[in-house]
């Protein structure tokens, strides 16, 4: 009976139920209308190695359509090492809870940030718009997280190694028994995270009218603008943001995987596609060049600089979203 206690308890925490220790994780919540969405890291205070946890957990209210972000939205620099999706209805207040639960790998140690992600959402419920006017579903931005991740080595650490440990003794028959129960746990569990997936995808209402590449970096870029200039400390955050808007666009836009690239291999690639011109070709040569340089060669740009990306993204949405118009046309 211990065994089938102990196998329950596994598949709560597959399932994503919350922790009983929640002292050592962030939280971030933001409310619009009838939405409420919580975003979660654990832990609060990563050691570089470590595999962090992050959970987008958004609520509706009965007669309230979901939409959760794309995925990887936003968090191009991190490694995603796994991510498992979820939704269920409440039975009891009709309530709609999605979940998004990602394991990262951070690139480096130091100051990072999970920049906001953005939640789509239809009001059917009676006597209330469904969407803004001219607009497909109103929009939840989450606020965004920093954190920072510590260096594996403390200071004042000796640099001298130690000895070897002894060489190990034998497993014992119990051990090795052990072996096969976590092998059947390990089996159930991903049994279960298949058959959630599987119901999940079964539950799936219509999608959503999806915008435009165009529009959907436009509305991007907007809410970037409208935040505060980033300080010296916040310019690595700014710039990671700035340059992810870019790759997704042209990822959506020109059918170029940006996002998975480095920039060397997204550079072979946009000199193959018919679609950018020689002066788009340059532009991004010498944005994306920049952002690395603020990124990995800690480049310390200035708000001349930050101004001048800015107007230069712009300037390049709006040039390639209009020959989008009138090829269409």
């Known amino acids: 009976m211990k065994w089938l206690l102990f196998l329950a308890v596994l598949l709560n925490l597959a399932w994503g139920w919350p922790s ?80 998004q639960k990602y394991t990262l790998q951070p690139p480096m140690s130091g100051k990072q940030q999970v920049p906001p992600l953005i939640i789509s959402f239809i009001d059917h419920r009676p006597e209330n718009r469904p969407a803004p006017e001219g607009e497909d579903a109103y929009e939840l931005l989450t606020e965004k997280v920093d954190f920072e991740v510590a260096s594996v080595i403390p200071q004042g650490a000796e640099a001298d190694l130690k000895p070897p440990l002894s060489a190990l003794g034998p497993w014992t028959a119990w051990q090795q028994e052990g072996q096969v129960w976590w092998w059947l746990v390990l089996a159930l569990i991903l049994a279960a995270v298949a058959l959630g997936a599987w119901a999940y995808r079964r539950r799936r209402r219509r999608p959503l009218t999806r915008r435009t590449p165009f529009e959907i970096a436009s509305f991007r870029l907007a809410r970037l603008k409208s935040q505060p200039r980033p300080t010296p400390e ?23 995987r940006a996002p998975e690239k480095t920039t060397e291999e997204f550079f072979e690639a946009a000199a193959n596609s018919p679609d950018l011109t020689a002066e788009h070709r340059g532009f991004l040569f010498r944005f994306l060049e920049f952002s690395d340089q603020v990124k990995f060669a800690r480049h310390q740009p200035t708000m001349n600089h930050v101004d001048q990306a800015l107007a230069a993204a712009e300037e390049f949405l709006r040039q390639t979203g209009q020959e989008r118009e009138v090829s269409h046309a």
């Open 20 to 99: 009983l220790a929640r002292g050592d994780e962030l939280v971030r919540t933001s409310h619009l209308g009838p939405v409420t969405a919580r975003v979660t890291l654990s832990p609060a205070h990563p050691r570089l190695g470590d595999a962090i946890s992050l959970t987008l957990e958004v609520e509706g209210e009965k007669g309230v359509e979901l939409q959760m972000p794309e995925f990887g939205q936003s968090l191009g620099r991190f490694t995603i090492v796994d991510f498992v999706p979820g939704e269920k209805v409440d039975e009891t207040s009709g309530k709609t809870v999605a979940k």
């Open 234 to 256: 916040e310019m690595d955050a700014f710039f990671v943001q700035l340059s992810d808007i870019i790759r997704h666009y042209l990822g959506d836009r020109f059918h170029i």
